[in-house]
Structures are given as C-alpha cells and as structure tokens.
C-alpha cells in the first residue's frame, strides 16, 4: 500500500543540501523510513553516523543502498517501533545531541532512546541513555529499572535495584510481583527476610549487652506515599548496603545476578 503521510515535527529540518561534492552527497540525501503507518523524511547522514545497522545498509553497493529509502515505495520499513519512539530517536538527533540542558528530554523519553539504540546498534546515543537514566533525579522506580536492565541488557542496574528494593520499607506490591515475575519476585522477598531476620539478630544481642548504649534505627513499618509513574522518592536506608548486596549475591541464582556482581 502507499502511503502518503509524511509526519510533521516541528524541529525537524526536511529538505536537501544542493552544495555537498559528490563525494559526501549520498551520505547527506534523505531517507523514508516507515514506522507503523508514516513516513519520515530524515537526513541519511545521522543515520549512518550513529547506528551501525543503518551504517551497514545504506553503505551496500550502488544499487541497493541507493534505492531503499529513496522513494515511498522503497521506504525502509522499521518493525516493532513505534511512531513515539522513532521520535523520540529524531528528537535527540536534531534537538537535543549537542544541547548541555538535558531536561529538554524527559525520563520516559530516554527509555525510549535506550530502547531505539540498543536495536539499531547506536552504541554512543545508548550509552547516553543510560547515563541520563541513571543520572535522573527524583529516581528511577527500580522495579522498572530491573526490568529495563533485563528488556535492554544493562546489568550493571540488577543489583543496586535489588539492594533498594531490599532497603525500602515496604514488601513488593502484587503488580510489581506481576511485573518481575514469580522466581525473581520470591528471591527478593527471601531477601528482605534474610536482611531483617540478621538485623533483628544483631540488635538483640547489643540489647543485651553490658555495655551497649548506641541508639538503634530500625526500618519504618509504615508505607511509604505511591508511585507515581517511573519515579520515586529517596527513602531511609536502614541496613548496609553492602551486606545487602553480599546476602543477594549468596541467595540469587546466578541468572539473575550481573555478571561480576
């Protein structure tokens, strides 16, 4: 079917550049690719710089690089990604690549930047995203940053979101159990036992020491205010983290541990 739906992005330059040598001209040409039912006109070169997959295609020899993306009927047709993602990827092109505010692009916008680099091997533009996800601040719930660390493969996010998940006061909600799923939903709970269960332990034997007067923190029993989107406010973090972090490593199952956790 043609289509004939060119989506309007009001930052977005469309047009050609009339004086590039030949020499670097296909490099610059636009492309079509289609994402769902639209078709975007996109400056080819930002495509070859960052993405190794769009590197390799439009690179082939005369004849078929030239042709694909060329034309509404050749347009390069990008499964599986939404038109919010694909945008999302533009936006960081023409807006936002070189702009030192980096709240011109929202959380939920750099989930969808991760996403779009990781698929299209834009090793740079990923390693950003990450940077920003990590960087964001309120934080990143971790419920959602585990299942990004897993969907996107970032497993240096795995264990420090189960340390604040073990640290929170509250247990696991039953739609964040849904979430992670069954295996790793009861490694975390066996977790947050084994934590209390040694820290109950402990504060027992100062109390009944002679000589024992420090004051003892114990973790709030009381919820703490629901989340709200993808973000999370700072709470106490009532236990070491890195015993936390030594009781996760000796009870997870290696699958679910990073690797060199």
Same mark, same amino acid.
């Given at each position: 079917?043609?289509?004939?739906? #060119?989506?309007? *992005?009001?930052?977005?330059?469309?047009?050609?550049?009339?004086?590039?040598?030949? =020499?670097?001209?296909?490099?610059?040409?636009?492309? /079509? @690719?289609?994402?769902?039912?639209?078709?975007?006109?996109?400056?080819?070169? #930002?495509?070859?710089?960052?993405?190794? #997959?769009?590197?390799?295609?439009?690179?082939?020899?005369?004849? =078929?690089?030239?042709?694909?993306?060329?034309?509404?009927?050749?347009?390069?047709?990008?499964?599986?990604?939404?038109?919010?993602?694909?945008?999302?990827?533009?936006?960081?092109?023409?807006?936002?690549?070189?702009?030192?505010?980096?709240?011109?692009? =929202?959380?939920?916008?750099? %989930?969808?930047?991760?996403?779009?680099?990781?698929?299209? *091997?834009?090793?740079?533009?990923?390693?950003?995203?990450?940077?920003? *996800?990590?960087?964001?601040?309120?934080?990143?719930?971790?419920?959602?940053?585990?299942?990004?660390?897993?969907?996107?493969?970032?497993?240096?996010?795995?264990?420090?979101?189960?340390?604040? *998940?073990?640290?929170?006061?509250?247990?696991?909600? %039953?739609?964040?159990?849904?979430?992670?799923?069954?295996?790793?939903? %009861?490694?975390?709970?066996?977790?947050?036992?084994?934590?209390?269960?040694?820290?109950?332990?402990? /504060?027992?034997?100062?109390?009944?020491?002679?000589?024992?007067?420090?004051?003892?923190? =114990?973790?709030?029993?009381?919820?703490?205010?629901?989340?709200?989107?993808?973000?999370?406010?700072?709470? @106490?973090?009532?236990?070491?983290?890195?015993?936390?972090?030594?009781?996760?490593?000796?009870?997870?199952?290696?699958?679910?541990?990073?690797?060199?956790?």
């Amino acid at each position: 079917m043609k289509l004939s739906i #060119f989506k309007k *992005i009001p930052w977005l330059f469309c047009g050609y550049i009339r004086s590039c040598s030949s =020499t670097f001209s296909p490099r610059f040409l636009s492309t /079509l @690719p289609q994402v769902e039912d639209c078709l975007y006109r996109v400056h080819r070169y #930002f495509l070859i710089r960052e993405s190794q #997959f769009f590197s390799t295609m439009f690179e082939l020899p005369s004849g =078929t690089a030239h042709t694909e993306g060329g034309f509404d009927q050749a347009a390069v047709v990008l499964p599986d990604v939404t038109c919010k993602e694909f945008e999302c990827l533009l936006k960081f092109f023409y807006d936002s690549m070189h702009d030192s505010d980096a709240d011109r692009i =929202t959380l939920a916008e750099w %989930v969808d930047i991760l996403s779009m680099s990781t698929r299209f *091997i834009c090793d740079k533009i990923r390693d950003h995203a990450i940077r920003e *996800i990590d960087q964001h601040r309120p934080r990143i719930n971790p419920i959602e940053k585990i299942i990004l660390g897993f969907r996107f493969h970032v497993p240096q996010w795995l264990l420090p979101s189960y340390v604040a *998940i073990c640290q929170r006061g509250h247990p696991l909600e %039953v739609e964040e159990a849904h979430k992670l799923g069954l295996e790793l939903s %009861v490694q975390l709970a066996s977790a947050r036992e084994a934590i209390r269960l040694e820290s109950s332990i402990r /504060l027992a034997q100062r109390a009944n020491g002679a000589r024992s007067q420090a004051a003892v923190t =114990t973790p709030s029993s009381e919820r703490s205010a629901p989340w709200v989107g993808l973000t999370i406010l700072d709470e @106490p973090q009532p236990y070491d983290g890195s015993r936390v972090a030594e009781i996760i490593r000796s009870t997870f199952p290696q699958e679910l541990l990073p690797q060199n956790a």
